[in-house]
């Protein structure tokens, strides 16, 4: 939204966008899972650095702000609507693609729709998508959603850091309520971010995301053994991605023959 972000125009989306691919392949090329979700380093110009509030000679982002992959603005702008941050999709990403547990469909008829802000009312976006606990058919499935997404809550819709919304004080406490960090709290992306590179219910996903697409296809009856061979690899290299490629060779060349 022009008005509400009058900054945001396509040097902003190719900078950012540009920044976190940099940081996501060297990552990968030379690092590991804990480095992509929690290495605040980056490369910067000056679309990017104003965005993160830092100059562009920076190294490092602010590491209360910033950490890994889940803290970039392209990830938070692409995860977002034109005037306020979703958490829902946000929440959902990390469910789906770090946990391996994606959320089901609404059920028929639910009102999927959020409250809009109000002139002059004093709320925040946590206060209206909160109305997903009040939704017979929309609670179980969002404590989950929700309980990641509100993390994010300190990020804007095009990712810049904000300790306000709508003149309140951001809340960006949440839970987890799946695998190994069932239970767990934190207060901010930041500390969310730290969790999920310590758990292995993210590291088994990881190397199972890779094994699907190193495969081409879903995984099938049969594939048990491999992949938990290839969890265990991964786990043993520290969650290293360069050998978290090399282990998959073997798979890949079957595959080929």
């Known amino acids: 939204d022009a008005a509400t972000y009058p900054t945001f125009d ?14 996501a392949r060297r990552v990968v090329q030379e690092g590991t899972l804990d480095g992509l979700l929690t290495d605040p380093s980056a490369e910067l110009d000056a679309e990017t650095a104003a965005l993160y509030g830092v100059s562009a000679d920076e190294t490092t982002l602010p590491t209360d702000q910033r950490a890994g992959l889940l803290t970039r603005a392209a990830f938070l702008a692409t995860r977002a609507h034109a ?35 109000v002139p002059g009312d004093a709320t925040t976006n946590r206060d209206r998508y909160e109305v997903h606990e009040q939704r017979a058919g ?6 989950a ?13 095009l990712g810049v850091w904000r300790d306000e919304d709508g ?37 088994d996903c990881m190397a199972e995301t890779w094994t699907r697409y190193a495969l081409g296809r879903t995984l099938q ?24 490629v090399v282990a998959h060779a073997p798979i890949v060349l079957v595959v080929d023959d």
């Open 10 to 23: 396509d040097a902003v989306r190719e900078s950012i966008g540009d920044e976190t691919l940099r940081f």
């Open 83 to 117: 005037v306020n941050p979703s958490p829902v999709k946000r929440g959902v990403f990390v469910l789906d693609r770090l946990l391996c547990a994606p959320p089901g469909q609404p059920p028929p008829g639910v009102d999927t729709a959020i409250p809009e802000a």
């Open 138 to 143: 929309c609670s179980a499935c969002h404590v």
């Open 145 to 157: 959603i929700d309980g990641i997404g509100f993390g994010f809550e300190h990020y804007d819709s």
């Open 167 to 203: 003149g309140l004080p951001v809340d960006a406490t949440g839970t987890f309520v799946i695998g190994d960090l069932e239970g767990l709290t934190f207060d901010g992306a930041v500390e969310a971010s730290a969790l999920l590179a310590g758990s292995r219910t993210v590291s």
């Open 221 to 244: 009856t049969g594939d048990e053994s491999t992949l938990a061979g290839l969890e265990e690899q991964f786990v043993a290299s520290g969650g290293t991605f360069r050998d978290l």
